[in-house]
């Protein structure tokens, strides 16, 4: 049961994170694409953000409604998010360094430098 209640308050941490991270991009908007990137590569990149914050948002919700309304079905949605939203952070983090080695773009230095 500890273990339990660990990992739900991980996923409401997450959660709240999740909400803020949406709220910084809405807020400060995005850094622009490298500008020689190709109309493909854009649409797979803003594909893969779209699902990334969805999947980031429904994980704990679907996690949180299971645990807290006893919702079966939610419970194993929750098993498949979160499958789904592994194979999407690896989709991301391949294209961070084809985009790097690659495509020798700033992507990755722009993603790992911090703002104040």
Do not use: C
């Not at 739900?8 to 622009?32: E, K």
Request: aromatic letters at 8%; a positive charge.
């Amino acid at each position: 049961l500890a273990a339990a209640n660990v990992h739900v308050i991980i996923g409401l941490v997450i959660l709240v994170l999740a909400l803020w991270r949406i709220w910084l991009r809405v807020t400060r908007g995005a850094p622009p694409p490298p500008e020689n990137e190709s109309p493909l590569l854009r649409r797979l990149a803003t594909g893969t953000h779209h699902l990334l914050y969805l999947l980031i948002i429904v994980t704990p919700l679907s996690g949180a409604t299971a645990w807290f309304l006893s919702v079966e079905a939610a419970g194993r949605g929750h098993g498949v998010v979160r499958t789904l939203l592994f194979f999407v952070v690896i989709l991301h983090i391949v294209g961070a360094l084809a985009q790097h080695f690659v495509f020798r773009s700033n992507v990755l230095t722009r993603m790992l430098m911090t703002k104040d």
